[in-house]
């Protein structure tokens, strides 16, 4: 999870989907004035590191995100096609965006050992964002009711 922070780069706390098999991403941005936006990218590892690191961390592929850029005037979040591993926030000055992503386990690079995930957020300025990755379908948990996703 990532606390509200107007610099957020490099802070993003990694996960393992080890015995998940789903993800949702939420990203919440409170834009000022003179806002740069926000580049999102969703990156996957091998292994969870330090705040901000995986090992071995590359670009993630999806498809879709769930978004409302202006959540004062309308809560329904419209589905909008991602061109690539990464899109940008608007820049409209004085707007609260939401944007919600969803990752199955299985859309990682499974063969070559990617199963850990977080938000990379670069290139904001004059915003406040927080980020938060929710697993669910926890079908590997075994039972156990204390399991960390923060370690591996």
């Known amino acids: 999870m990532l606390p509200p922070v107007a610099a957020p780069a490099g802070l993003e706390q990694p996960v393992s989907l080890k015995l998940w098999d789903h993800a949702t991403i939420i990203v919440q941005i409170d834009n000022a004035t003179s806002v740069t936006g926000a580049t999102i990218t969703l990156k996957?590892?091998?292994?969870?590191?330090?705040?901000?690191?995986?090992?071995?961390?590359?670009?993630l592929e999806f498809d879709w995100v769930y978004k409302s850029e202006n959540t004062a005037a309308a809560d329904a979040l419209t589905r909008t096609a991602v061109t690539s591993d990464t899109f940008d926030s608007i820049t409209t000055n004085n707007l609260n965006l939401l944007y919600v992503m969803e990752v199955e386990a299985a859309s990682l690079d499974v063969a070559n050992s990617f199963d850990c995930l977080r938000v990379d957020l670069t290139g904001n300025a004059n915003c406040v964002v927080s980020a938060a990755v929710i697993l669910s379908r926890g079908t590997k948990l075994g039972g156990s009711p204390?399991?960390?996703a923060i370690t591996d």
């Open 44 to 59: 996957q590892g091998t292994a969870v590191g330090a705040v901000g690191t995986m090992t071995d961390e590359k670009a």
């Open 146 to 148: 204390k399991v960390s």
